[in-house]
């Protein structure tokens, strides 16, 4: 299967998305830990849970959560093992590539 096909680039455009945001990465990370209530993520963040509601409806729009119900709460995941081992991968061959943040260097040499 060719990388171009559609199924594909949408996949990585649903991960680019969930990741683009400094919030929505901040959540993914938590929940490489464990699985997480929206309150506890709320106040593990230090953000309001109202914010924390809309980026994991986000999360849960790309496929990259999942919600479930545990009594009248609701307990959110990543949606799959595979993405949690995948997210981990990434971090560590990013890391381990180059630690200084360029993309944030291009951004400032571009507003200039």
Partial sequence: MAITSAPQLDALHRIGRALADPTRAAILL???????????????LAITKQ???????????CGIVVAEPAGRRVLYDIADA???????????????????????????????
């Fill in 82 to 112: 595979r993405l949690g081992h995948a997210l981990r991968d990434l971090l560590g061959v990013v890391l381990a590539v180059d630690t200084t943040d360029r993309c944030a260097l291009n951004e400032v040499e571009v507003l200039a």
């Fill in 51 to 61: 914010s924390v509601s809309n980026h994991l409806a986000c999360l849960r729009d």
């Fill in 30 to 44: 938590t929940l490489l830990d464990e699985p997480r209530y929206p309150a506890d993520l709320a106040n593990h």
